[in-house]
């Protein structure tokens, strides 16, 4: 089966539950509601240096893309813990390019379905609560490769994930403690601006801060169209590091089951 | 009393099978651990950063954080049932099995799920409200830890109440997880931090419709001296009884769905 | 005495179709599942339940053992309407579901049977009588302390039986429940099943695929198809209708001359002999053997009647179920 077809299939599911999407679009509206009253009553008291409005928009991109970062794929955690994950490892086709291209499918799909909607009703919100419009048009212009260069670089981290599981057998532990670091790390609970500087620095180097942390300030222009060059080499150098670990993982699962016969 | 020791037992039961998998149930709670401990440091780096909330200093906010910590993670540790397996309980038919048994359904679904992995975020919890008692000042009395104690117990049953929600929905085999989970982990996510600081419309939610304003913001606020909106000392007692009157109406909604309930499968 | 009464039990399933294209929301269809029901079962009955898959049969089930409540029409269990007094009901009556179990998955199977005790409020003296005699007649004792997921199938099965028979029901509702056995685990849960039929006077309901069962257990036999009863009376009853069908399987021993046989006779070569399948009502059984007769030396020769199963499909087929 071609990596195509696999994209195709899932794209195409994606479509079959509307009603999943249209209560997961509200939800997620309803959470960044909470988030941005919270930080406004907070720069009530103490007013930061990066201003509400972009504090707002992170919120925003954040959970709009929130489906990017969840770990997506159910299906595949139970065939891990059924041990049907055997017979897929066994087949001739590289299983690592066939659940990159997958996971892929079901991320793109699930989360532009997802922040188109979200992210117009965001801009309709009153000053001060909306989305803003991205600083400049280059900024703009710059977010869109960093953003594919997130989605390139999540998809990786899940294939870590799953190949962890592989080897604990329990899905549960490993996925919700990679996923929490995640959802910390990559800036959902807390824009990563928020944190203490000194904290910013190294954080922002880390993987997670390359899925969306680094786009959405392209976006905002905290980082300047001119620094795009530098946040683009960081993203790849991950996206290339990632996809070797996870491969080298998967070999060494694949002979491991091989040799424990499934 | 009977229904309690059958509760007890059965629950017993459940730890033990839990436990069977020891290292699985480590992992898990170290996972939930990790999680709940990422929440509190959220918590405490905004304290760092912005140092109070709209006249709350941090040492309350670490207070009202433990509080729903607490409560939540109670629930889902007692209330699995409800808070987590009931969907797959209707789509296996396990609920066939328990309308076949003289006891109540409610109840043989509370006895069949606790979720014994939270005992660590509820000592995350636990450790923040120590530590926000400490920072604030309180003065404990006994008064004071009644309050406490009922607050947490009544914001349980608004909790269940809530999750009560779902499994409405999934009697009528309508899929609504994220809905609800708005109002479930949003709620938990929104009544960390102390309600006045919102807009009045996230107000009201909480107030009248997920009164955790009434369950844990005002007997909160009363034990940490500065009762909510200058309420009386009364409020702080009568009050969080919503979370139980919630609780009630929503398992008279829940009987009367399950009157509607179409056993799926062959 | 008559004990379950049924009268024009109606059951309807609100079922959505699938979106059609350009649509917002699926269009919704009524499904009939059950038209106007009625039976009545006496106490100590064993009766047997058929029908093709979605004829109804779960449904009613479920309605006499108080899990859903009927559109329309009555029923009553020992003078006790399932739905309405579910807690009354369900006391007397045991189910067991041949797909699903009603123990505690990961514990041993005796711990299970101590928290049913719990539920059904069994007094202590009693449960550890009926225990007793029920590991013994099911031979359960050697299992009780290991858990469930790790019983074979066929020892699961009597370990459902087990659990959902300690507070000695007078109503037994068994759903496929021998599904998926072994030939020696059917045929030891027939006998149980016997067993506590005679010993106990239990009421037994029985719906299954599987017709040996029937055959073996039930005296009684109703059939149901598109939510109606189709047929209710004795097995032989029911099948004499349809029992047209002889199967013969022959042997030439040496040469064999080209057998001429009359319209109406199905013959099938073999490796392994020769099969034919006729109807002796339109060819008799004596024209037919003297020529095969004729034909050669016959080596062996066995006449059967059409399996029971093939009847029922026969059976279902004609009433267009």
Redesign the interface.
Known sequence: MSYFTVFKMRLRMELQYRGAMIGGILCQMFFGMILIALYRALYEGKPQSVPIENIATYVWLQQAFFRMMLASDNELVDKIRTGDISYDLCRPVNMYGFYYARIMAQKLMGSLMRAVPMLIMAALLPRGWRINFPASLPGFLLFIPALVLGLLCVCALENITIAFTMITLDPRGMQGLLNLLMLTLSGNILPLNLFPESWQKVITLFPYAQLLDAPIRLYTGEYLPADAMRIYAVQIFWVVVLIALGVSMWSANRKRMIVQGG | M?IF??YI??IG??L??HL?YT??FI??A???L??EG??M??VI??V???????GWPGSNLYFFFGMMSVSFYLTEFFGRGITGNFPSMVR???L??F??????VLT?VLCAGTDPRRITCIAVGTAALIMGSRLSGISWNLLKVLVLVESIAMSMLLILGLFMIEAVFSIFSV?????V??ITY?GR??CQ?PID???VP?RALFTVIAPFALTLHVPASWILDKPLYGWPMWTAFVMPLSGAAVFAIMTGVFHLAL?????T?? | MTYIVVEDLKKNFVVKKKREKGKLFREKEKVKALKGVSFSVDKGELVGYIGPNGAGKSTTVKILSGILTPDGGSASVGGIVPWEERKTHVKNIGVVFGQRSQLWWDVPIIDSYNLLKDIYRIPQRDYEARLKELTEALCLDEFMKTPLRLLSLGQRMRAELCGSLLHRPELLFLDEPTIGLDAVSKLSLREFLKWENREYGTTIMLTTHDMEDIAALCSRVMVLGHGQKLFDGKLNELLEHYDTVRNVHIKYEGAVSDIKLPNGVISNQTEDGIELSYNPSEIPTSQLLSILQSAGNISELTLQPENTDHMIAAMYKELDL
């Open positions: 009977d020791r059958l037992k059965s039961m459940l033990k099978s069977q290292s699985s992992m898990q170290l996972a939930q990790v999680m990422g929440e440091m959220v780096l905004i760092d950063r912005f140092e109070g909330l709209k296996t038919g396990r066939d099995t309308l076949v048994r003289p006891r109540g043989q899929k609504s997880v994220e809905l989970n708005a949003g996510s929104a931090y600081i919102y807009p996230l009157r509607h309930y179409r056993s499968g062959s």
